[in-house]
């Protein structure tokens, strides 16, 4: 028996062949903490845009919509439920140390008819916010909350 022969381990060979695979898994699994990250973040953001969205909600929905309150400019926090232009008024709040950027949208849907008190007058309202980080990537990313408001007017319509 050639005592050469009987040693029994790993080449240098096999054990670059073990380091290749090893390295390939380890930067497979490098490339999954780094998209874990960025997912975590875009959560984080999408929870405050959240939060801040459902606080202006909040806000348009305790403004009583009265002969007052409907033809006074919409401004935050103390302005009213007018109608916006198109596009909407767009702002830029900062919350938790990030920046997003808040677009309320106020629609007239509705109004008092020809020949009675207050005509042209609108009587249901459509109110749209949308809140987007402003390192959103997708559009995915945006949170977007809607509501209808109406005024008590009484009549057939």
């Known amino acids: 028996m050639d005592p050469v022969r009987n040693n029994k381990g790993f080449t240098v060979l ?3 062949i ?4 090893l390295m390939i898994i380890g ?10 990250i960025g997912a975590n973040s875009r959560a984080d953001d999408r929870e405050l845009a959240m939060a801040i969205a459902q606080t202006r909600m909040e806000w348009l929905r305790t403004i009583p919509f009265t002969t007052q309150t409907r033809s006074v400019a919409f401004s935050y926090p103390n302005g009213g439920l007018q109608a916006t ?3 909407g008024v767009t702002e830029t709040v900062t919350s938790a140390g990030r920046r997003y950027i808040v677009t309320t949208l106020i629609e007239d849907l509705s109004f008092v008819p020809a ?3 207050d005509e042209g007058a609108p009587t249901v ?3 749209k916010v949308s ?3 402003s390192v959103a990537t997708t559009a995915f990313e ?13 009549g057939v319509y």
């Open 125 to 127: 309202k459509s109110i």
């Open 85 to 87: 232009s198109p596009n």
């Open 115 to 117: 020949g009675v008190h």
């Open 14 to 16: 096999e054990a670059a």
């Open 18 to 21: 073990a380091m290749v695979i």
């Open 131 to 133: 809140v987007t980080p």
């Open 142 to 154: 945006t949170v977007t909350l809607n509501t209808q408001r109406s005024t008590q007017v009484t």
């Open 27 to 36: 930067l497979g699994i490098a490339s999954l903490f780094t998209y874990a």
